[in-house]
């Protein structure tokens, strides 16, 4: 089973904050327990829950230091089946300490041991670079899922990260799957979007379309997922079939490989 899955892009702006948001809120609704990790210095995850980043006692960036804190005494819950670690500005210059650290690619894969048998899936909101931190993500993950945005450049970029996927998979993690493409703030009035997409239906394993609608900001100050504040709109049921596979194992949706 996919139980530690990385939400991973080194472009920002794809939606990967928002898509661990939402994904975690459902994969708890569905009776699950989940932790995410903060793993981006903007700690947008831990804004987007509505916690205060400078308020909380310790983040990730407690966890990743030489001879760090146990992750569990890192660990804030949100509510019954949802828990996070938060990360801080902080986690910015944490990145150089890594570099000077044995195994540095490893570290975080050791922090979590102790409590992945205590969820049902660990989320990793990854930075939006190909940096330590995302090695460290990739590095630990059983699965990584890309959002990406239905632009050119989008596109463009998701070769670069599929090289580097594959290097991981070569030197350090054999067993990471790649699980698929999210389509992301895709615009159906726009060509280039819709030709982007028969693109990405055509040449990747696409999980899910998520639409640019106003209703994904709405919660944001509430600390509320889409898929909480707007239950019925078509993002929330994005989000909720692709929580589907992943809790059903299965790694492709018929409907839109037939659209």
């Given at each position: 089973m996919l139980k530690v899955i990385a939400i991973a892009n080194q472009k920002g702006g794809v939606a990967k904050t928002t898509t661990t948001h939402n994904l975690g809120v459902a994969l708890a609704a569905a009776g699950k327990t989940v932790l995410m990790i903060d793993l981006d210095s903007q700690a947008s995850l831990t804004i987007?829950?509505?916690l205060e980043p400078l308020e909380v006692q310790r983040t990730i960036v407690d966890v990743l230091k030489k001879d760090g804190a146990p992750v569990s005494e890192c660990i804030q819950k949100l509510?019954?089946?949802?828990?996070?670690?938060?990360?801080?500005?902080?986690?910015?210059?944490?990145?150089?300490?890594?570099?000077s650290r044995a195994s540095r690619?490893?570290?975080?894969?050791?922090?979590?041991?102790?409590?992945?048998?205590?969820?049902?899936?660990?989320?990793i909101d990854c930075p939006p670079?190909?940096?330590?931190?995302?090695?460290n993500a990739l590095s630990c993950a059983d699965g990584v899922l890309i959002p990406v945005k239905t632009d050119y450049l989008a596109y463009r970029g998701l070769t670069q990260l599929q090289d580097s996927i594959q290097e991981i998979q070569e030197l350090i993690n054999p067993d990471l799957k790649v699980i698929g493409v999210l389509a992301t703030l895709?615009?159906?009035?726009?060509?280039?979007?819709?030709?982007?997409?028969?693109?990405?239906?055509?040449e990747y394993n696409l999980l899910g379309v998520v639409k640019r609608l106003a209703v994904a900001?709405?919660?944001?100050?509430?600390?509320?997922?889409?898929?909480?504040?707007?239950?019925?709109s078509e993002i929330a049921a994005e989000y909720k079939a692709v929580a589907e596979m992943i809790i059903s194992g299965k790694t492709e949706r018929e409907e839109l490989r037939h659209e």
């Amino acid at each position: 089973m996919l139980k530690v899955i990385a939400i991973a892009n080194q472009k920002g702006g794809v939606a990967k904050t928002t898509t661990t948001h939402n994904l975690g809120v459902a994969l708890a609704a569905a009776g699950k327990t989940v932790l995410m990790i903060d793993l981006d210095s903007q700690a947008s995850l831990t804004i987007c829950v509505g916690l205060e980043p400078l308020e909380v006692q310790r983040t990730i960036v407690d966890v990743l230091k030489k001879d760090g804190a146990p992750v569990s005494e890192c660990i804030q819950k949100l509510r019954e089946g949802l828990h996070i670690v938060t990360s801080i500005i902080d986690l910015a210059p944490m990145e150089m300490e890594l570099l000077s650290r044995a195994s540095r690619e490893k570290i975080l894969d050791r922090a979590l041991k102790p409590v992945r048998e205590d969820y049902d899936f660990i989320l990793i909101d990854c930075p939006p670079q190909l940096s330590i931190l995302t090695i460290n993500a990739l590095s630990c993950a059983d699965g990584v899922l890309i959002p990406v945005k239905t632009d050119y450049l989008a596109y463009r970029g998701l070769t670069q990260l599929q090289d580097s996927i594959q290097e991981i998979q070569e030197l350090i993690n054999p067993d990471l799957k790649v699980i698929g493409v999210l389509a992301t703030l895709h615009d159906t009035r726009v060509t280039d979007d819709r030709e982007i997409l028969g693109l990405l239906k055509t040449e990747y394993n696409l999980l899910g379309v998520v639409k640019r609608l106003a209703v994904a900001k709405k919660g944001i100050y509430d600390g509320l997922a889409v898929v909480e504040q707007s239950p019925s709109s078509e993002i929330a049921a994005e989000y909720k079939a692709v929580a589907e596979m992943i809790i059903s194992g299965k790694t492709e949706r018929e409907e839109l490989r037939h659209e």
